[in-house]
Structures are given as C-alpha cells and as structure tokens.
C-alpha cells in the first residue's frame, strides 16, 4: 500500500520533494538578490532601477538564446542524468557567489559585483534550459493518464505558488539581519536537496532518449512502456523520417525539431492561443502598480497584498485543477478558463475600490492557474518522445518572448500614446491604464475562442474535434486518455511547471 503522503506515486512526490524545498530557495534567493543590488549596490544612484532590470534582462537573455538548442542535447542525452548535472552546475555556481560575497563590498568595484551577478543568474538560467525540458520528459513517464498529469502539473503550480508567499517576506529580513550570504547558502542546500531527490527516484523504465538514429528501432519509436500513451497516431508516423533528417548533427536535429513543431496542428494551436493570452496578461504585471495606486486609490505600501491574493487564488485553482480535468477534459479547461479569465480582467479593469480589486484579482487567478495547469497534458501528449526537449524548447521561449514583448507595448502605450486619454461613454469612466486592461482582457477573450475552435479533442492529442463545441472523438486503442466520467521560471530558472 502507498504511503498516506504520496502525491501521484512514489517517484513523483521524490521529485515534488525536491521542487518544493528548491522553489523555496529560489525564491528567497531572487527576492535577496534584487534587495540587495537596489539597496546595497545601487543605493541612491539614478542607475538603480536599471542595474535592478539587467538582473531579469540575464534571465530572459538565457531563455531566448540558450533554450532553443538545449532542448537539442536534453533529447539526445539520458533525462535523469541531465537534471543531476544540471543540479551540480547551479549548486556550485550559487556556491561560487557565496563564497566571493562574504568580501567587503568596497573590496570589488561596482562593476564587478554587477557583472558576478549577472553572469551568475545567466548561468543559472542557462543550466535550467537543460533541466526543465529532462524533467518535463520524466514527469512525461512516472505520470500517465490526463487527469494524473494535470494533478501533477497542479501539485506544481500550488508549491510555486506557495514558496513565493513564503520566499519573499524571509528574504528582506534573512538579507538585513544575517546577510547575503545565508540567503545564497540556503539556495545552494536547495539545489543539493534536489539533487538528492532526483537520485532517489527508481522506477523509471528508461530515461534516455527513445530511439538513437542509427538503430532499426527508428521506424517503431513509440514501443516504450509509459510513453505510448502521449503520442497521438499521426505524430507516431511522423517520427522516424525526422530521426532520419536530424543525422546531420546539431543544426539538422534542431531543424527537424522545428519541422516536427511546425507540422503538428495541436502544438501550433498551443503556442498561438499561449502567445495570444500572453499579449492579454503582460499588461497585468507591468502596469498593476500604476493602477492600483491611481484607479484603485490603495497606497504602495499595501501593494503586497496583491501578491498575496494572487497567490493564494493560484493556489486553490492548481489544487482544484485536477478535478476539473478530469471532469471536462483538459481542452475545455484550457478554453473555458482564458474566456473566464479575459471577462475577469475586463471587469478588474472597471473596479474603483482597494476591497473589490483585490477580490477580482483573486477570483480571476483561479481559472488563470487552471488553464495553465490544463495546457501541461495537452503538451506532453502532443509531444514524441525523441522530441519533448525540443518541444519544450520551442514553446518556453516564445511565450517569454511574447510576455517581454507584451511588457514593453503595454509600457510604452501609457506612457506614450494612451498618456493622456480620459472620457466617459455613460457612466462609465475610463483612463489609460484601465483601458489598457479591459483592452487585453479582449485578447485574453480571443485567445480562448482560439482554443475553442483551434484545438483537437482531449482523447487524442493529434485528432481533430467533431468541430468546434462538438463532441470530443476518442483516440484509437492504447493512445487514447484515461477516460473522463462527465495543474515562472523565476530570476535563478528552477522549473515550477
């Protein structure tokens, strides 16, 4: 019999373990390491903010350039291994900064500490490449059946949520009372407690890749154990000619995962509605502040509790997702949650009130978390084995190039064109910022129509629906999905998918 506190299986909540303890550290650590370039480094210089920014500029740098031929190797090299290394790497970078940082700060100019800082989080970030496609692969193996991954994808998404309501307040105190270094020592015992956890998982059939190119086993990919299940049938044929095609080395196995993205319906219909929905919310998170101060009339100070409520709203829809898909499936999870969330921020964009924003802000990351936690198993099943590092490659990337891109527009829109529009159309007033908002919850809005329309059915990630709003067809034998009786990479990159 399983122990009372296993989540899933065994072998997943070894890994869950290991997530948590590291998220925590993660999130102390970004929290400490922004404190102190602003307060420390940077205190009372007008570069401040600046300095603060090239700290998320290393991060995303790492993703937009690095990931896309990591998910290259991660397919080629033995899953579990990857994470190992991929542990040792950043527990010995973390290390690295830790041991410099007990220096006097006068001991190294400016420049230099900033440029230690930033390399070490593009570094960090750069190894995560590696690590969060490998665990998106495992996670595809000790977890089979929709309703199973969208639990463990939920089970993510609420410890996420929850190291990042405990992380931050720890952070400032751990930071002015006991020092930097304690708050990077404790990340670099995270990244050891990972490791361990990682080792301790035993009852993976097999994490190498699926098929080595040269082998006859090339025309019959799909004969491991726990992976059958996550290929739709026109994926299956589609394998082993880009097996073939990727021999050219690391260009051609880069290119034949493109090909492999490009040419399945259901990863393009994700990556669209996911960039889609991206350009809805990156108005969110760039210009909250803005709103919540002018619209909402709240002072700064009490700005955290946003934070809080979101959190905590991230928290109950990761923990309820999993029900709900396996009650509805995880294509209408995903439609119904972007329309639900795009008329939420719509209405966020209307509220006038401290009280009444922040309970919409609640209800409204509910179904954001859900959709997001639907989207986990509609990816593995659309991706082939020998190309979930690729898969995973392709679609971080562009959705954080269209968040950074999302973040930019909406700033430059109400500082820039939308700076002085004011008006009323009835009652209703509206201002920059809010127009902002109830503008992208529209796209936020359209993406989910997208989804309704664009998306196969959840019985089989490659089929097409009976059309849109009908009936979902079954997949075909083994491939089909447990049946369903009527779930950030942050500043230092760790996986919270």
Not at 68 to 89: C, H, N, Q, Y
Not at 253 to 265: D, H, I, P, Q, V
Not at 384 to 393: I, M, S
Not at 476 to 481: I, L, R, S
């Amino acid at each position: 019999m399983s122990p009372r506190l296993t989540l899933i299986n065994r072998d997943y909540t070894r890994l869950w373990t290991g997530q948590a303890v590291s998220s925590l550290g993660d999130a102390v650590f970004s929290t400490t390491l922004v404190l102190w370039v602003a307060t420390v480094l940077a205190e009372g210089r007008t570069w401040a903010p600046a300095a603060v920014s090239g700290v998320l500029l290393a991060t995303g740098a790492a993703v937009l350039f690095v990931g896309p031929l990591a998910g290259v190797f991660v397919d080629r090299w033995d899953k579990i291994a990857t994470m190992l290394r991929s542990e040792v790497v950043r527990g010995v970078l973390v290390v690295v900064l830790t041991t410099v940082s007990f220096l006097p700060i006068d001991a190294l100019p400016i420049g230099v500490w900033l440029a230690l800082v930033y390399a070490t989080v593009l570094t960090l970030n750069a190894a995560s490449q590696f690590f969060t496609p490998a665990r998106f692969a495992v996670i595809a193996d000790l977890v089979t059946g929709e309703a199973d991954r969208a639990r463990a994808a939920g089970i993510a998404q609420a410890t996420s949520q929850t190291a990042w309501i405990i992380g931050p307040p720890l952070a400032a105190p751990l930071l002015f009372t006991a020092g930097l270094q304690w708050a990077l020592l404790f990340n670099a015992l995270s990244y050891a407690v990972s490791y361990l956890a990682i080792r301790s998982i035993r009852t993976l059939p097999s994490t190498k890749p699926a098929a080595a190119p040269d082998t006859a086993s090339e025309s019959a990919p799909n004969t491991t154990p726990n992976t059958a299940p996550d290929i739709a049938p026109s994926t299956a044929s589609d394998t082993a000619p880009e097996s073939a095609r990727s021999r050219s080395g690391l260009l051609g196995e880069f290119t034949a995962g493109l090909r492999f993205f490009a040419r399945s319906r259901f990863l393009v219909a994700l990556v669209l509605l996911a960039v889609i929905g991206q350009f809805g919310l990156g108005a969110l998170s760039t210009l909250n502040i803005f709103f919540a101060t002018d619209n909402l009339h709240m002072s700064a100070h009490l700005y955290g509790y946003i934070g809080t409520a979101m959190g905590l709203g991230g928290i109950i829809g990761a923990l309820c997702a999993g029900r709900v898909v396996q009650r509805i499936g995880a294509r209408r999870t995903t439609w119904i949650g972007l329309l639900v969330s795009g008329a939420l921020l719509v209405a966020y964009s209307r509220q006038t009130g401290f009280i009444g924003g922040i309970a919409v802000l609640f209800v409204f990351t509910v179904p954001l978390t859900m959709l997001n936690t639907a989207m986990a198993p509609l990816l593995l099943a659309a991706a082939a084995p020998e190309y979930r590092g690729r898969v995973v490659a392709v679609f971080y990337p562009v959705t954080q190039l269209a968040s950074m891109l999302a973040a930019v527009l909406s700033g430059w829109l109400a500082s820039s064109v939308l700076r002085d529009v004011a008006g009323s159309v009835g009652s209703l007033r509206f201002g920059p910022i809010d127009t902002i908002f109830a503008v992208s919850g529209l796209f936020v809005v359209a993406s989910g129509v997208y989804a309704w329309r664009a998306l196969p059915g959840t019985g089989s990630a490659g089929q097409p629906d009976a059309g849109p709003g009908g009936a979902e067809e079954p997949g075909p034998g083994p491939e089909k999905a447990t049946p369903v009786p009527r779930r950030r990479p942050d500043a230092v990159g760790h996986d919270v998918t």
